[in-house]
């Protein structure tokens, strides 16, 4: 039994579990200028704070060889799997497929559309385009963690309250054991990111478990 020092208690990964690592989004639209979170009003370089984290943890998890799963959230050049609703939020001056300085905003292959150079997939690894804020809707990502009899998460990724809150409920409601890790996700909004640990671990962990990457990494050993 592996056991990893969190809260509300200790996150358990039995020896018949497998624990993989998903990274939301950690895409240059939602960290640089001219991107999605850029155009939305956000101060994107609140974001930095967690990529020597994130880096660590991953270098952790790949050298213990866990399943890595990448995100990164746009939209096909047609727009078909954008919603109206979507595009019109923000009312900013440009939207989703409008061109900016980093391509088309939020449209897949766009150069806005990559995983920072410092978080860069590695061969292997898989990266699951996503059309929604949750990583399980309309993605294949379900069936590849099945694939890989996959029962525990590792959450990380931006921003908190957004795509990586709305991945781990979803994962927790199809019996994911999962375990969002404090350090390794960052929000525009310090208070949300606050509130978002607190929620998931509330009521005995009814989302789920919190822990540093320190913690993770000691307990995975
Ligand atoms: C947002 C995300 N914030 N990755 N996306 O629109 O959280």
Known sequence: MTIISAQPYDYE????????????????????LGGFGDILGNDVSLLQAIVPTLKTLLAGCRSRNLPIFHT????????????????????????????????????????????????????????IPKPGKGAFYNTDLEPLLKERNVTHLLITGVTTEVCVQTTMREANDRGYECLLVEDATESYFPEFKQATLEMVRAQGGIVGWTATTDQVLQGLQ
Request: net charge negative; charged share 30%.
């Open 72 to 127: 990164t959230e746009g939209h096909q050049p047609d727009l078909s799997d954008c919603p109206d609703s979507k595009r019109k939020r923000g009312k900013g001056k440009l939207t989703i497929g409008d061109a900016g300085s980093l391509g088309r905003i939020l449209i897949l292959g766009e150069p806005g559309n990559g995983i920072i150079p410092e978080l860069a997939p590695l061969p292997g690894e898989i990266v």
């Open 13 to 32: 990964l039995p020896e018949d579990g497998n624990i993989a690592l998903i990274v939301i989004d950690m895409q240059r639209d939602f960290m640089e």
